[in-house]
């Protein structure tokens, strides 16, 4: 394997491993994390991986649109730092400048590695497994209720009577709510693998119709997984990334599909949560093993080690008392937030208009709400444009949005999606974030979100004889 491709496979595999790791040095407002030294490390190997180093050279092998997207970035960068002359709060607002500077590289990285079909292919395959380890991670989650310690179901002192709510799965997420959007992204991938597979099932043979059984179980659990989450938003989303797939490639056989997803959604996975119900206390001895040896691992708390713990189900958040109901009735209980999502993108509109389209500056959304009933006691904007729009203003949102268009139109032009899982992949990647960003609380400080930016901005400056080769 070259050096090149066992930086590329390396990368996304610590990347996630990091969030594992609780470690942290404070500098001042800079904390470093092992993300982050991850980040800044690879950034710099990867320039040094592309002979030879010098800048110059790199930025002459990117096309105009990835150029595009390193410029709007680093606007985005400098506009918040002049930006931090008017926010309320400096302090937090140089933190989350850090944290996108950071993101920034994470991208640029990505551009860097990811521009050839070889890093291509060998990226989609990571991350294909890093699925199948997060769909292993949340079952392990809804059948025993421990969860790693970054999430909010980790810490006892939360729990609910009964503790039902601890059964949610939130994978390497804070809240089920992010886990569920990053568990979209990911689905593009088999889901692109799987249309391509049967738009040309007829020139497959006979044993190469083993193909199909990975894709198809990474969607199915997937599916499973984002059942768990039953967010209105999240299950939009998925038609319509489906739909787009189906009118790209199987127009027929697309749409029928979507319809099979809609009947298990509302129907089929409802019985399998309730299944869990009755089955778990048959196999209690054999979960109690599980648990203990769940409290030998340090990367593992125990969320229902607790019991008879009654607390204020708002610290929890849309959650309700979990006494009399199921785990699915409680998942249930925790999708009824569109009112509330409705008034904070109202809030984060009614700052950016007050503040004259300049933004009201880097982290200043909580800073600026005056009338916490309208949002329901939130302070973050749940909606990823609206965070934009409402803080760092008109120009870095339009700059913003024109990349993601300007990706879509290129990679839509190149006519290579139907042919091409590299290709495809990237569209539906576009098409599955622009809907499903509005469901995490907040995005820019959620890093893996700018691991697929940076994939899809790699697949769209990449050279193109290999973006080419990609479609054979």
Known sequence: MPQKNKIALLYPIL???SILLDYKIKISILTLTPNRLIVAVFFVVALFANRPVRIR??????NRLAKFIAFMLVFWLLYGTVALLWTTNVRDGGRELLNLAFNILIVFTCMLLYHEQETQKTFLKVMKGILAFMIVLMGFEMFTGYHLPLSRYSDVNILLTNVLVSYIPTGISFNQNDQAFLMLLFMTIPLAELFLLIRNRKSLSARQYNQFIIPILLILFTLLMLASADSFIIFSSLLITIIAASLLVLPVAGLGFSGSVFVLWKFGFVHFFQTIERVRPNFQPFFDKLANLARSIPLINPANAVSNVIVDPSIIGE?????????????????SSLAIRSGLILEGIRQFLCSFGRGVGPNGYKDHIVDLKLTMGKVNPHCWFVEILSQYGIMVFLAYTASLLFMLISLLKTKMYKNSPIVL????????FVPGSFV????LQYWPQWLFFGFVAAVCGGKLPAVQKSAS
């Open 15 to 17: 990347l996630f491993i």
């Open 57 to 62: 050279q790199i930025w002459r092998q990117w």
């Open 319 to 335: 959650v309700g008392t979990a006494n009399d109901l199921s785990i699915y009735e409680v998942m249930a209980a925790n999708s």
């Open 425 to 432: 992949t990237a569209i539906l990647i576009l098409i599955a």
């Open 440 to 443: 995490p609380s907040q995005l």
